[in-house]
């Protein structure tokens, strides 16, 4: 059974860097074609892609917030971390991780429960 | 950016009555090695996505089989065979071809009538 479940702060203020956690089990993520990733979804909006990691510590990145992202993996305790620099409040959304296999069925197959960040000062 | 657009952006369906929902890619979701790489996600209230359909119609597992996917290129349709009061929720389509990044639709509000 796959799981994921994200944490972090729920407030950070503008100009901060944000830094999230996805602790997942059922999975590792050292098995070839496995990856990680992280979507947001502002309130009442869509969905948006931001960063994956892949098993073999390939790394991709959304190009328009690449400069401000930076992902990493810990294969020995099942966490990905996401980094986010210089947020505003336009980055208020719900931060949510989930899997991807290349060897399943190619898409965002597992989602955790999502975390809400606030940017405010 | 590869930019997918949904229609409608809401529709509300009477319960057992078919429901359809467009998606359009402005390229197409084609690959080299014959598979299509659109994908189908229902976010019910309060929830995180769940996908429903991979690879334009092959259904998730545990996904009832009143859902159904197809389409080919840029054009794509999920429909609903009879809608259940279970089924509300957004739907959003997603390309996953042309990356970086992925990329999902504006995604179609279903509720029930």
């Known amino acids: 059974q796959i799981t994921l479940k994200e944490s972090g702060p729920t407030l950070v203020k503008p100009t901060q860097t944000l830094t999230l956690t996805c602790t997942f089990s059922?999975?590792?993520?050292?098995?070839?074609?496995?990856?990680v990733g992280w979507i947001r979804q502002p309130p009442g909006k869509a969905l948006e892609w931001l960063a994956l990691?892949?098993?073999?510590?390939?790394?991709r990145y959304s190009p328009s917030l690449k400069s401000r992202l930076t992902i990493t993996k810990d294969t020995s305790k099942n966490q990905v971390v996401l980094t986010m620099t210089n947020m505003d409040p336009v980055d208020t959304a719900t931060y949510y991780c989930?899997?991807?296999?290349?060897?399943?069925?190619?898409?965002?197959?597992?989602w955790g429960q999502g975390t809400l960040v606030t940017v405010s000062s | 950016d590869i930019v997918m657009t949904q229609t409608p952006l809401s529709l509300s369906v009477t319960p057992g009555q078919p429901a359809s929902i467009s998606c359009k890619s402005s390229?197409?979701?084609?690959?080299?090695?014959?598979?299509?790489?659109l994908y189908w996600y229902l976010q019910k209230p309060g929830q995180s996505p769940q996908l429903l359909i991979y690879?334009?119609?092959s259904r998730f597992s545990g996904v009832p089989d009143r859902f159904s996917g197809s389409g080919s290129g840029t054009d794509f349709t999920l429909k609903i065979s009879r809608v259940e009061a279970e089924d509300v929720g957004v739907y959003y389509c997603?390309?996953?071809?042309?990356?970086?990044?992925?990329?999902f639709g504006q995604g179609t509000k279903l509720e029930i009538k």
């Open positions: 989930a899997h991807i296999a290349a060897a399943g069925t190619g898409g965002w197959d597992y």
């Open positions: 059922g999975f590792s993520l050292s098995t070839s074609g496995v990856g």
């Open positions: 990691i892949y098993w073999d510590d390939d790394k």
């Open positions: 390229q197409s979701l084609l690959h080299s090695d014959g598979k299509t790489y």
């Open positions: 690879e334009v119609s």
């Open positions: 997603m390309q996953g071809i042309h990356l970086p990044p992925y990329t």
